[in-house]
């Protein structure tokens, strides 16, 4: 089957997703709660004032990244408030502010889900989302009108969007309604088909992939490839929990098929979570070498990958000279304290003394030559060298 990609070349750019950032609502506070309601998605909003230095870097710079807009745009009604003038001031008797900027995550019916004070960069603000978005369930809701008899597609539609987003199964209500459908070309049913393939190994999921071509032109191209490799990530969870060889495979070639571009990397990061979580030390060991293709060139992930191995499999010989190995190139590439000291301590556990001490003496060095000497930073590292030296 032909990769995703090259079933979109004649897609324009106007049909990808936009890179402008955050877009906000224009419209009053009231109009955004009833757009959270009708959408299901709850209200991020941004109170600040003109005056305010760090609201104006936030817009400026936050606002303005592409990933924030993707992530904000899809899950939030984004909505900017100025809190000195009047619809602002009418909002404070509800929403305390005592420092700009703040900022809302609001549900439908009002209520603040997280707040949050003080300007954000990119890696902030996107972090308050997802935990703002992981405590929203707005399926209960929706559950009571659908056990009283509501079939109305917009209701379903949104039902499932919302067990999707809290993570619980949606398939049994998207394949009622999908078996009711005698057309399924439609416009709403294929936007429905693509929110409803949460899993690769699943009815619908083929029902994507059948029709991908006409969903990817309606809907844009990276939503479709978003959705496969979710439903990929969802059914190689499914196979680490209960240790299925076969959904591990199918979840691997279903990415290959529909996904080519990002299956080498998705196929190695499935082998290695996969036999890490079944405790074999021989594949996990095997599989270790694709996976280090993939973070090759960033000793943050090089060094990670080492004190993985040597977290999971430290009684294992084989492994810890691989986490040995990972650790080594991290510290040449990163050239960082933090590198050397991880890679002393592992070289401690493999019972090479005097390497360790090397290292751990190198990490001290770049300590006391760093521009601003840490004295928590020093005294970790020294006692390290002392565990080592005893």
Known sequence: MKSVLSL???????????????????????EALEESHKLGKPIFMDAYAKWCGPCKHMAA???????????????????????????GISLRSKYAVSAFPTLFFIGSDGEVIQKVVGGQDVKGLLRQGEMALGKVDYSREYAALYEKGDRSP?????????????????????NEYLRSQEDLSTEFNKKF??????????????????????????????????????????????????????????????????YAEKSDEFSAMADYDYHKAAKDPKKFGKSCAAYAKNVAKDPKGLAKLATDIANSFNSDK??????????????????????????AEILHANGKKKQALEAANKALEMVKKGETIDSGDVRSVEGLIKIIES
């Open 8 to 30: 979109f070349i004649a897609i324009t750019v106007s049909l990808q997703l936009s890179a402008q950032g955050i877009e906000f609502f224009h419209g009053s506070f009231k």
């Open 61 to 87: 710079t936050t606002f303005k990244d592409q990933s924030v807009g993707e992530y904000f745009n899809q899950n939030f009604i984004n909505l900017k408030v100025d809190w000195e003038e009047s619809e």
């Open 154 to 174: 917009e209701l379903i539609y949104n039902y499932v969007k919302a067990l999707n987003k809290s993570n619980k199964s949606s398939l049994g209500i998207s």
């Open 193 to 258: 088909i693509l929110e409803a393939a949460v899993e690769a190994d699943s009815r619908i999921f083929d029902l994507l992939v059948k029709n991908q071509k006409e969903i990817g032109m309606q809907e844009g191209l990276q939503p479709l490839r978003d959705r496969i490799e979710l439903a990929c990530t969802n059914t190689l969870k499914k196979a680490i929990e209960f240790q299925s060889p076969e959904l591990l495979e199918e979840a691997k070639a279903k990415m290959k098929a529909n």
């Open 318 to 343: 084989d492994c810890m000279k691989l986490a040995e190995k990972y650790a080594k190139e991290a510290a040449e590439k990163g050239n960082d304290f933090h590198f050397y000291t991880s890679y």
